[in-house]
């Protein structure tokens, strides 16, 4: 009997284990289930971990900020709520970081997930890219996203000639802009100097946003709502005026024309909550040809992506 329940379960994980991993739907008794899990497991191997031995200063709030939104940003959101470019298409789904299971954690207990990741689950271990102290002051910052009082990024003013030439959106904010640009992963390409520099003047943004190019994801307003992309524009608006796509530099190939130039506000045809269809007829500097031959995907160096060792400016 014990033989043939040992087959009955090795034969259940053979034929459970596919179907657990085509799985993309979990329902509330699964996230009540996984919560608990992560609960127990982490409070379990946190013992040692000892009280968090940072004060949350405006210092550490402020380096934890800078890591949260390089590392972390792009799969738990600006807010910790998930609206990151990866948190909700991922299984399990990022956790929304101010929910009550999360904010239920202690500072141990979040330091050790942050340190050592979870398996099979998309979050991964920071322990070879960030210092103890480091994770710590992330912890920090996890708690003021918790409580409402997390600290605004950096991000200079653009000069009245720069707001005037961008033609934006009214209502868009430059700051929230600077943490969407990192959640959704722009920063992961876009640099303030190169081929895939953007220019504060380019007025294409939202038309490759929502359509995509060669190289660049579309985004429709399912994953992206026109009220981020307003913001994010309002950051672009602040960026080197020597950015290259949209600039003077960012003509089409081969002698064809550009396509018409889109207003600062999101495009009509991205209004869709559904997938939105991609073209490579369009760049984000209204060139019909793709990035210059030889340019690559360079490492962010822009004030919302920066790395764990310093802060970059814009």
Sequence with gaps: MLVGLAIAAILGLVLVAPIALAHHDAS????????AVITGLSRLNAGNVGANPTTAN????????????????????????????????SFPPATDLTSDATSSLSDGQMFYIIKNGLGFTPMPAFSRQYSDTQIWNMVNFVRALQSGTEPLLDVPTPTPDQLTAAKLTSGGDAQKGADAFAAFGCSACHEPSGALSINPVNDN????????????????????????????????????????????????????????????????????????????????GGSASPAPAGSTSPTARISASPSPVATPTP
């Design 28 to 35: 509330s008794l699964e996230t009540a289930y996984g919560n």
């Design 205 to 284: 943004v939202a038309n490759v946003v929502r359509n995509g190019r060669q190289g660049m994801p579309c985004f429709s307003t399912s994953l992206l709502a026109d009220v981020v992309l307003i913001d994010i524009q309002a950051y672009i608006a602040t960026f080197p005026v020597e950015g290259f796509l949209g600039g003077p530099n960012d003509q089409p190939g081969g002698g064809g024309s550009a396509p018409p130039a889109q207003s600062g506000s999101p495009p009509s045809g991205g209004g869709t909550s559904g997938p939105c269809s991609t073209s490579t007829s369009a760049s984000a």
């Design 58 to 89: 405006a210092q550490s709030l402020q380096q934890g900020r800078q890591s949260y939104t390089g590392s972390c940003s792009q799969c738990h959101g600006a807010g910790g709520h998930t609206q990151g470019a990866f948190g909700q298409t």
